[in-house]
């Protein structure tokens, strides 16, 4: 009589499979174990809400934008028209510049400055603060509202309006008001 069995070995594809199985069970324990035990960094429960000066910069507006970025201003999100703070002082206005490669691949600056009877169309940049109440977290962003959803961060834009106009600011810094 002959033995009929056979017996079946591993091969290295049922080993590869079978570890890439238990690895997955791991890291999907290991995600659920963390997220559950991680607190949300936006919450910031043990930070005290204080006033912070926002700086911006506002690229290529018209002058006649300045009258309504004027000291006590109040701006809103765009978004959702939540409150984000108000203009402390008045912004400094300098002629607008754009930079572009020339037909050399240069890179040159060329002031945006109209005159004559082109003067209406002559175009501004803006710097400025914005006096704004908040919460600092550890990665420098600035949570408004104790919500995620209204946050500013350093080098990064933010769309605000207010009753007369909308506009992209980018902000430059966030330090703590004296």
């Keep these: 009589m002959e033995n009929n069995k056979t017996k079946k070995k591993l091969n290295i594809v049922d080993v590869l499979i079978i570890v890439l199985l238990i690895l997955c069970a791991v890291g999907i324990g290991l995600r659920f174990l963390l997220v559950k035990n991680t607190p949300d960094p936006n919450t910031l ?6 006033k912070y000066k926002v700086s911006f910069m506002i690229r290529d507006f018209r002058e006649s934008t300045a009258k309504y ?3 006590g201003t109040e701006f809103r999100f765009f978004e959702t028209n939540k409150k984000f703070g108000a203009i ?19 890179y040159i600056q060329v002031n945006n400055f109209a005159s004559g009877e082109y003067e209406r169309a002559a175009r501004f940049d803006f710097q400025g603060e914005f006096l704004v109440e908040g919460k600092l977290n550890e990665e420098g962003i600035l949570v408004i509202d104790d919500s995620p959803n209204f946050n500013v961060a350093q080098n990064k834009d933010v769309m605000l309006r ?3 106009m909308i506009m992209r600011i980018y902000v430059t810094g966030i330090t703590p008001a004296s």
């Design 69 to 71: 970025m004027t000291d």
């Design 88 to 106: 402390s002082g008045t912004p400094k206005k300098e002629n607008a510049v754009k930079y572009y490669f020339d037909e050399n691949g240069k």
């Design 162 to 164: 207010n009753d007369e």
């Design 45 to 50: 429960p043990d930070i005290k809400t204080e």
